[in-house]
């Protein structure tokens, strides 16, 4: 029979403005939290992080807000580009432990 | 330039067989990772090793076992093949003993059909 797989949450934005794309994450405790982006065909590459005594990091285009009171993440892209259609991952880590704790991803669809 | 290598794009096995994902790193790092993908699952870790001959069981060991004999390559075997391994699976490798703080590199993963 058919499989049914699980779709990704997609964001659409037109090429030139700002993109915002948000995680929920699970643990309290989590104190570093980290994003890659994941070209189609190739495996995820690190974009940013954050520290949990930070609330905002910013980067070449990219910012990272972090609100710990509703765990909550987002990565802001500055003047969007086609370059930056991808599936953007958020993870979580605790206490350096080796594992991250990954979202399922948001695609990001520039629009011409 | 930061390098981690499979040894396939795409693989095509049977249920029942046994089946080797190799990675390679070339930049000397202590950690290395294979994680499975699958679509709106993120990724799930399979198994890690944090030194040569040292593993540790992921998320979703089960149905696979890891080889580190060298440091700079980590081998996942699936020991059966079953449909359900059919996945795109990624190798990653990290610096140092910050575990999950430091950066992961990834390679460009090997999609294996179980059939």
């Known amino acids: 029979g058919e499989s049914v797989g699980l779709h990704l949450p997609t964001l659409s934005v037109q090429e030139g403005d700002n993109s915002i794309i948000n995680c929920a994450y699970s643990?309290?405790?989590?104190?570093?939290f980290i994003w890659y982006k994941q070209e189609s065909g190739k495996g995820p590459q690190f974009i940013i992080d954050?520290?949990?005594n930070m609330d905002k990091r910013q980067g070449q285009r990219v910012t990272v807000l972090l609100n710990k009171t509703v765990k909550h993440l987002s990565l802001q892209i500055a003047a969007t580009q086609p370059g930056d259609s991808a599936v953007y991952f958020c993870?979580?880590?605790?206490?350096?432990?080796?594992?991250?704790?990954w979202g399922a991803g948001t695609k990001l669809i520039i629009k011409p | 330039d930061v390098k981690v290598t499979q040894s396939s794009r795409y693989l095509v096995k049977r249920t029942g067989e046994k089946v080797f994902l190799e990675c390679v790193q070339d930049?000397?790092?202590?950690?290395m990772f294979w994680y499975r993908q699958d679509p709106g699952l993120g990724l799930r870790l399979i198994y890690f090793?944090?030194?040569?001959?040292?593993?540790e069981k992921g998320d979703i060991p089960e149905g696979y076992s890891v080889s580190r004999e060298k440091k700079e390559r980590f081998s996942l075997i699936l020991e059966s093949a079953s449909t359900n391994q059919t996945s795109m699976y990624l190798c990653?490798?990290?610096?140092?003993?910050?575990?999950?703080?430091?950066?992961?590199?990834f390679g460009p993963g090997t999609r294996l059909t179980v059939l």
């Open positions: 993870a979580e880590n605790i206490d350096s432990n080796y594992q991250l704790i």
């Open positions: 643990n309290s405790a989590s104190d570093y």
């Open positions: 954050i520290r949990s």
């Open positions: 930049m000397d790092h202590e950690n």
């Open positions: 090793s944090y030194d040569v001959k040292m593993k």
């Open positions: 990653a490798s990290s610096d140092s003993g910050r575990g999950g703080t430091d950066t992961q590199y």
